[in-house]
DNA sequence: GTGTTTGTTATCAA
DNA sequence: CTTGATAACAAACA
């Protein structure tokens, strides 16, 4: 569940790892992860490069250097972009020293697997231009040797990005600036910039009044970047009941509020984002914030500032942690 | 077979 | 038009 803080751990390190290189080969295992033609997605991106990668709530916005248009990339519920550095036939993970499980990186791409880049640092030396059928499951039994394969034998130095997403919701879709800048234009403030002021999040408690606390905060049109756990966490932090009316909650509570969410989504950033389930960073490791959750996934468990037991409940359609003896 | 997981959008009601 | 609530999407797991 990747929410703002795992999106950007993901940005920064794509940064360091793809910027500017070439991209020498794609494969397009599942059509509709990439808007549904992937033959277009696969001609923009063979020889172009990335010149930049922003963020705007837990959307990525690709910089292309060639052709008018962006890639969009939303990872949505089980999304995953690992970076897998290439070495001779042998396929080498980036960040050495951490043990990873069978569901991590090795064996990429696999069944999760809908798009694969290959990046090379120097000139392309042959451009492969593939289109898969349905699954990764199919192409392995289409071709021989299988795409997959081919993929992770290309002669580049750069490395491979891989696009997993188990469910599917994610994408990577081309968009000219028009749509970019329409859909940019429809989000909330950023919480961790000079964008985050008082005056406008107070000014949501008049406005949005007969909805609840926890439906506010995730709304990305009034607020950027928040998403389930980190809602639950902002609310224990601030001592307010996620299901609290939005017009009856005090403006001492909403200071609270308004300086605990950026306060803790720094800390998850700093951390690597948490992993509960299907998160993982471009290294194909697990965020470390999980260890610093004090509601998610605690129920019935302690609460770590008054003894209570942590409540799970549904609230705006979402799983709801809180603790009824401290959270008002 | 049932319920649960959640980011976003579509849809409907008021 | 706005607000608010809910279903739908889709796959896997307990």
């Not at 491979?160 to 879709?173: A, S, V």
């Not at 968009?175 to 329409?182: E, H, R």
Request: hydrophobic letters at 35%; proline letters at 3%; aromatic letters at 8%.
């Amino acid at each position: 569940m990747p929410e703002l803080p795992e999106v950007e751990t993901i940005r920064r390190d794509l940064i360091k790892k793809i910027l500017n290189k070439k991209i020498a080969g794609v494969k397009v295992y599942n059509a509709k992860s990439v808007g549904g033609t992937a033959s277009k997605f696969s001609t923009a991106l063979l020889g172009n490069s990335l010149t930049a990668i922003e963020r705007r709530g837990k959307l990525l916005i690709w910089h292309l250097k060639k052709g008018a248009d962006f890639l969009l990339v939303h990872l949505k519920m089980t999304g995953q972009l690992i970076y897998v550095k290439e070495r001779g036939n042998k396929v080498e993970v980036v960040a050495g020293g951490h043990k990873l499980s069978e569901n991590d990186i090795e064996g990429l791409p696999n069944k999760h697997t809908r798009v694969a880049l290959v990046f090379t640092d120097g000139p392309a030396h042959s451009l492969k231009h593939s289109v898969a059928g349905e699954s990764a499951r199919n192409v392995t039994r289409s071709v021989a040797g299988g795409p997959a394969r081919s993929v992770a034998r290309s002669e580049t130095g750069g490395g491979q990005l891989f696009f997993n997403d188990l469910r599917m919701f994610g994408y990577m879709k081309l968009a000219p600036a028009s749509v970019v800048q329409k859909t940019l234009n429809r989000f909330g403030p950023e919480p961790n910039t000079k964008d985050w002021k008082f005056d406008y999040f107070s000014a949501l408690f008049q406005k949005r009044k007969n909805t609840n606390l926890k439906a506010l905060l995730l709304n990305q049109e009034l607020i950027a970047g928040l998403g389930n756990i980190y809602v639950d966490e902002v609310c224990w932090l601030a001592g307010v009941k996620p299901t609290r009316r939005v017009g009856a909650v005090t403006v001492a509570e909403q200071k609270k509020l308004f300086l605990g969410i950026p306060k803790i989504l720094r800390a998850a950033i700093k951390h690597r984002g948490t992993t509960f389930r299907n998160f993982l960073d471009s290294n194909g490791r697990k965020g470390n914030y999980t260890d610093f959750l004090n509601v998610y996934g605690r129920g019935g468990e302690k609460c770590r500032r008054c003894q209570g037991i942590i409540k799970k409940i549904r609230a705006a359609g979402r799983g709801t942690h809180f603790c009824p003896g401290c959270q008002k």
